[in-house]
């Protein structure tokens, strides 16, 4: 099997358990608005029992990327760690039904399918609580290295960089994708994740071809008040940076060059998946040979379909979406 | 615990597996449209690795009657049997959250927590494909006494019928709500369910004080076209019919007498559940001392609730719908 994949993600392999909530549910459950945090299984039995009936959604931040590529009718290809258990083979259907590769790693012991709790605000903010199982187990030799010799790019998610073997399998990874050919991005994935990898996420740096942040992930990463200050340090550190700004649309970086795309004015329900979802735009758009402006047009259009619903998951016909984008 | 109860509902516990399809897909893959089929493993396994993504919704018919309940701040108790995996937890977890007395029974063998592969058309119809684990392995002896006795209604799924033990257990449970002063109602389910248990029906009608169905259902019972002659025959039959028909309304039969409710008219985008939430509404008007017209109309208030999303369990502020009908 010799055929060329456009992007390999590599991420955290998750089902959002996903629930409406008054904010003031969350004042009293002592979770933080609008962050991803780490809980433990005591906590997580704790909120889930507190939380409201909730539905069961495939999630996981690059995985909901690679989704989102495989619903552009990009080839596509995920790699995540998933026990065999029943939210395990939710997860492997899913992914697979939009056409995405994925061969799991698949554990037979240990640790559960991972789960995220997502609690979903009036105002469309998510707060997530993630209960890290399986997927965070994956080590380097579970990194197939022909499947990445096959990639245009790399895609990895910041959030599995909270164990030291995915910190090294995330190297391993980057090594193989080279070795074919290929590009690698990474995406920083939330402020408290940059806070707890700072240093790592700079060494790591140097070997990235494409950055993906948000507003407050850049600040925290070059540790600033000032987006200026920021934005000309990335360009100085990675040869292309694409940084969304949410209702003020995205940035692209590419040394001196920076393309401003606005955001799409839409009914805010859920912004869970807006940065994935920007990032399978966009991805979409380089794979396609389109500019740096067109390419980020695209991400804000599909992170735009993902936060009118529920889910961090296509609905609607994104490959549509992206065409008129 | 002798607080009262004010309905106690048995059947299925399901998670369903929800997704949209074209109607080409149905066609393609041979499901019919509009009903309820019980498939095998492999065909269940078949249709799965065929279907899109979805998203997984705590359902089940009766359970969904129960979790309506619950949200009208109804005193709600649900029992269906789950197995003690992934699914079950799930299951357990949505509908405590409603605020419905349930403790299984949880099997610790057997066949895993039951599915139903849930598949919603453009025009809002489901066509549902149910591979029955845990669920349809309910015992006499899983029915709780002293749970019963305690309920003003007993409310039974039509689809549970397809075991002979699970007949037993609604007999036995007959007993019990009769034994506590309670009353029995029955919903046929689905027009294929009277299909396969006419007789067995029509043995149980005697036994009950209100019967649910549509018009497929009720036509089916008598085996005859004209919807007349089957309202004359169940208002013979049962003390209290309430017969659905869909854009038309409900009608509640008592007797000679007969109260015509018309249906909301809203933007349907899945009819799953419509039958089990007029249930629900119902049976939330008799308790709170209704007259049938005022219950029928809970019943279409809930029933118009329901189809406005995906899934068939409540959520929107279903207390309030109910309190302005």
């Known amino acids: 099997m010799t055929e060329r994949l456009d992007v390999v993600a590599i991420g955290n392999a998750?089902?959002?358990?996903v629930a409406p909530v008054e904010d003031e549910f969350l004042r009293e459950n002592g979770v933080e608005k609008g962050v991803m945090t780490?809980?433990?299984?005591?906590?997580?039995?704790?909120?889930?029992?507190?939380?409201?009936?909730?539905?069961?959604?495939?999630?996981g931040s690059a995985a909901n990327t690679a989704a989102g590529l495989g619903a552009m009718g990009a080839r596509a290809g995920f790699v995540g760690r998933v026990r065999d258990d029943q939210l395990g083979r939710i997860f492997a259907h899913d992914i697979r039904a939009l056409g995405v590769h994925y061969?799991?790693?698949?554990?037979?012991?240990?640790?559960?399918t991972s789960r995220c709790l997502v609690l979903v605000s009036p105002d469309g903010e998510r707060s997530m609580s993630t209960f890290l199982g399986a997927s965070t187990e994956l080590v380097p030799s579970d990194i197939d290295e022909a499947l990445l010799?096959?990639?245009?790019?790399?895609?990895?998610?910041?959030?599995?960089?909270?164990?030291?073997?995915?910190?090294?399998?995330f190297a391993h990874a980057i090594?193989?994708?080279?070795?074919?050919?290929?590009?690698?991005?990474?995406?920083?994935?939330?402020?408290?994740c940059v806070e707890r990898h700072r240093a790592d996420?700079?060494?790591?740096?140097?070997?990235?071809?494409?950055?993906?942040?948000?507003?407050?992930?850049?600040?925290?990463?070059?540790?600033?008040?000032d987006l200026e200050t920021a934005l000309a340090?990335?360009?100085?550190?990675?040869?292309?940076?694409?940084?969304?700004?949410?209702?003020?649309?995205?940035?692209?970086?590419r040394g001196q060059a920076r393309a401003h795309v606005p955001a799409r004015k839409v009914r805010i329900v859920d912004t869970t998946g807006?940065?994935?979802?920007?990032?399978?735009?966009?991805?979409?758009?380089?794979?396609?040979?389109a500019d740096d402006a067109a390419s980020a047009r695209m991400g804000c259009a599909a992170a735009a379909e993902i936060i009118t619903h529920i889910g961090a998951r296509p609905e609607a016909d994104l490959a549509g979406i992206i065409a008129k984008a």
Do not use: C
């Open 149 to 169: 010799a096959r990639a245009e790019w790399l895609y990895l998610e910041g959030y599995l960089y909270d164990t030291p073997e995915a910190k090294q399998a």
């Open 14 to 17: 998750i089902v959002d358990v």
């Open 38 to 59: 780490l809980i433990d299984q005591d906590r997580a039995a704790a909120l889930y029992a507190a939380m409201p009936q909730a539905r069961e959604i495939s999630g």
């Open 175 to 192: 090594r193989a994708v080279k070795a074919g050919g290929g590009r690698a991005s990474l995406t920083v994935s939330d402020p408290f």
């Open 274 to 289: 807006a940065g994935d979802l920007f990032a399978a735009g966009f991805l979409a758009g380089l794979v396609q040979g």
């Open 103 to 112: 061969d799991g790693p698949i554990a037979t012991e240990g640790a559960e």
């Open 201 to 225: 996420f700079h060494r790591l740096l140097p070997e990235l071809d494409l950055l993906f942040a948000n507003r407050a992930e850049l600040l925290s990463l070059y540790q600033t008040e």
């Open 233 to 253: 340090a990335i360009a100085r550190d990675v040869p292309l940076a694409a940084i969304t700004l949410s209702g003020e649309g995205a940035i692209a970086v």
